[in-house]
């Protein structure tokens, strides 16, 4: 057990660093939990992200919250998951306000290329480190080269990569080679009873506001706390899954956002703390300031933060009793190891596309046949991003810390643009 109070400091201090998306914020995670805390073994840590990985919704925030349920149960749990969102959300909230009423800042557009600068190199160095950790024979770069591949250039949808992957692992068991031993179950699951009852609280948890939406709420709040508690549920691979499969619903078939502004939902997710999935909050804020002012999107916001956000503690609340046993499974062992070589590839795929879209400003997307070719325009290349990679680079590799790093360059990105760079 660790103190409540521990587990806070330290939680407070990720979710305002947990800039970067997937990879920059499991990385952060690793190196709080496992190497300045030592609170999970390496072996440990994996699992219950191979584990998150196969959930729906934000991976990253709901491996923050096992971890918080691992060190002080429920308790724990939440304050890990809930301290992993709340600071994201509410710089999303403050952005989206500034947005509804001014429209584009140039100002705040420079800090953000500087933040996002920034947050491919984080990015990168999260990529090489898990890697590193993960990649431990000829099969698992293997796995890892086709997860990337067929995401990347076949767009071949991520749970479907997923089972794949585990599969593979169930049929094939290599030797282990020299790496941490299997963890052993310490203790028993809970009955049977026990995890029902479980279900049952976080259901009513997250379907009671949604029923009183319905009875006593206009019409657009019940239908925005339908639609997310949808995506919560059918979005495996977090926020990336969601986005495609959001866009299209709320640009086309709802009308809430216009394509220009789910783009700006996503530069503000990528660019603030936090899960990416915090992208839903600025789109249920826009869909209800455009319906009936601030107040209503600040509550559409709120009505899409807990829908979103409140299936993520069912789901660890409900399985994390069992990951430890279920690794001890040989044949389990085989599909963790594999999904976590898969998931490798999958964050390879979050780094190019993210650094993409950070460096060139026009990147389109070619259909050939069955291949998806993402090309930038080189005449897009945005030399100031250039440069602040490098000095990024070069500030992590003389060992300064991810909040350092993020705001020495966003001032210098902020200056740049008050002398006309």
């Known amino acids: 057990m660790v103190s409540l109070r521990e587990i806070t400091a330290t939680f407070s201090r990720i979710g305002v660093l947990s800039f970067g998306g997937p990879a920059a914020q499991i990385a952060l995670l690793h190196r709080e939990v496992v190497d300045r805390h030592g609170w ?9 992200l191979s584990f998150c990985m196969l959930l729906p919704g934000p991976e990253a925030m709901q491996l923050a919250t096992y971890v918080g349920w691992r060190l002080a149960g429920v308790a724990g749990g939440l304050i890990a998951g809930l301290l992993f969102v709340l600071p994201g959300a509410a710089v999303i909230m403050a952005l989206a306000t500034l947005y509804a009423f001014l429209g584009d800042v140039p100002f705040v557009q420079a800090v953000f290329t500087g933040i996002k600068a920034a947050v491919v190199v984080i990015v990168v160095e999260a990529l090489v480190k898990v890697a590193r950790r993960a990649l431990l024979n000829t099969d698992r770069y293997v796995l890892a080269g086709l997860a990337f591949l067929g995401i990347f250039f076949l767009a071949v949808p991520f749970p479907i990569l997923i089972a794949l992957a585990g599969i593979y692992g169930w049929w094939r068991i290599r030797p282990k080679l020299v790496e941490e031993p299997a963890p052993t179950a310490t203790a028993n699951p809970p009955s049977p009873g026990a995890t029902l009852c479980t279900v049952v609280i976080w259901l009513a948890v997250w379907w009671l506001p949604v029923a009183g939406l319905w009875l006593m709420a206009p019409e657009l709040l019940t239908e925005i706390a339908l639609f997310f508690s949808k995506l919560a549920v059918v979005t495996f691979g977090g926020a990336y899954a969601v986005l495609a499969y959001m866009a299209q619903d709320v640009v086309t078939l709802k009308g ?13 997710a990528e660019t603030t703390p936090g899960p990416l999935i915090l992208v839903t909050q600025f789109v249920g804020f826009v869909a209800g300031f455009g319906a009936g002012g601030w107040a209503s999107g600040a509550f559409a916001a709120a009505v899409t933060l807990w829908v979103t956000f409140v299936p993520c503690f069912l789901w660890i609340f409900a399985s994390a009793p069992y990951i430890d046993r279920l690794a001890t ?41 069955a291949l998806v070719l993402w090309v930038p325009d080189p005449a897009t290349l945005d030399l100031r991003v250039v440069a602040l990679c490098t000095g990024s680079a070069v500030l992590l590799w003389r ?3 991810v909040a350092a790093i993020l705001g020495t360059i966003a001032a210098v990105a902020a200056l740049m643009h008050f002398i006309g760079v």
């Open 40 to 48: 999970l073994r390496e072996r440990q840590f994996l699992d219950a």
């Open 256 to 268: 809430w956002l216009s394509p220009g502004q789910m783009m700006d939902a996503l530069g503000l």
């Open 329 to 369: 499974l040989p044949r389990l062992r085989g599909v963790l190891d594999a999904i976590t070589a898969a998931v490798v590839g999958v964050i390879l795929n979050l780094s190019v596309w993210f650094a993409l879209h950070v460096f060139f400003a026009d990147v389109a997307r070619h259909d050939l046949g």
């Open 399 to 401: 060992g300064w810390s």
